[in-house]
C-alpha cells in the first residue's frame, strides 16, 4: 500500500444562515484510488454554538454512520481527532456538510453575534503497489 497524495483541509469559518445547509469538504475519489479519512475537527467562533450546528458526513450520498448528527466538538483544529472508521473505495464521494439548526435568523444569537462553524480533516489516497 502506497500513500501517494495527502489531503489535510480545513473549510474556514463562515456566517451560517438558519437552516442553511453548506457543503464544507468534497473529495471525489476516482478509479483506482482509496482515500483514507483518518482525522476530523469541527470547529465554532462562539461556544454557544455548540449544540446548535450540525455536521454530517456523507460517502456516496449516504451518512456515515455515528458520523452524520455531530453537534458536539470533536478534536479540535491544531489537534483532530482521529477517526475509527477508514477506507473510501474507488469512485466514491466523501462530502461534509455543516448546517445552522438555531431558531434565529440568519444565524444571529440574542447577543447579536454571528455562528461561524468550520470543519478541519487530514486523510490520504492510496494506491494498491
Do not use: C
Amino acid at each position: 500500500m502506497l500513500f501517494n497524495k495527502f489531503e489535510d483541509k480545513t473549510y474556514s469559518a463562515f456566517s451560517a444562515a438558519n437552516d442553511t445547509q453548506v457543503l464544507a469538504i468534497d473529495i471525489k475519489v476516482t478509479s483506482g484510488q482509496t482515500f483514507v479519512l483518518s482525522h476530523f475537527a469541527n470547529f465554532v467562533d462562539d461556544a454557544a454554538a455548540w449544540g446548535a450546528i450540525l455536521w454530517e458526513i456523507y460517502v456516496d450520498g449516504v451518512p456515515v454512520r455515528d458520523f452524520s448528527a455531530i453537534y458536539d466538538q470533536l478534536g479540535a483544529v491544531n489537534l483532530p481527532r482521529e477517526l475509527p472508521f477508514g477506507l473510501i473505495t474507488a469512485q466514491r464521494d466523501l462530502k461534509i456538510y455543516i448546517t445552522n439548526k438555531t431558531l434565529y435568523t440568519d444565524g444571529v444569537t440574542a447577543n447579536g453575534s454571528t455562528f461561524k462553524p468550520g470543519v478541519s480533516i487530514k486523510g490520504a489516497y492510496v494506491t494498491n503497489d
